[in-house]
């Protein structure tokens, strides 16, 4: 078998890497990418005008924060952040997270700034 | 807050239904559609030519058949099917697995057949 092939192993891939707010690829479907990034704290408020943007807890807990009250997730729980609304992840732990979006989605979506970063491949 | 933003707890809606080899979708994301299944068994042959097709095994194993040798998958593991690349899912344990592909794809592909099912909606 070729390594094109072999499966991704999620946990592998997250043992990989330890910083914070910083997309890693792991697989591509069509032009949607598979990311997995490690959250704690607040990010920023953000809005997708062009997508919406699914996020699958794998550890730990997730807030999303939404003008109109919080979404929790415990791992094994999934919200698709509908285009256009605006939110703000926050964790009080360290919380893994799978997100699914279009190639090319900015993970501080109209608002740039400093948080800004580019995603990364994993080997 | 409204039912439309609690988050989709795939345990929970794995619990709600025990048929094998239906597709059951949870989360819409733009025209694609996450969808959780319970396989046993061997499935068909079948090719996507139009799509990728991911799958992410929540519990039990899969095999992914290629017709150049096999792909395994634990849970926690994912793998992206190649659109045009013909395969054959087989589990010997029940297997639940998470799909991720555009709204519409059926599940024999190409090949159609009794095994053809429509998606369905949990609650």
Redesign the interface.
């Known amino acids: ?1 070729s390594k094109s ?7 592998e891939k997250l043992s990989q890497f330890s910083e914070l707010w910083s997309q890693k690829k ?5 032009d ?1 990418e ?1 990311k997995l990034a490690k959250l704690k704290g607040e990010f920023i408020w953000h809005t997708h005008e062009d ?4 996020f699958l807890v794998l550890s730990g807990r997730l807030t999303i924060q ?1 003008r ?7 791992s ?5 952040v509908p ?1 256009g609304v605006e939110h703000c992840p926050v964790a009080d732990e360290e919380t893994a997270v799978l997100l ?3 190639a090319g989605t900015l993970n501080t979506g109209d608002v740039g700034g400093p948080l800004t970063k580019a995603v990364e491949n994993l080997d």
Chains 1, 2 share one sequence.
């Open positions: 078998m092939v072999a499966p991704v192993n999620l946990a792991v697989a591509v479907l069509n949607y598979v997508t919406d943007e699914l939404l109109d009250g919080d979404v929790v997730l415990e094994g729980e999934l919200f698709v285009r699914f979006e279009p």
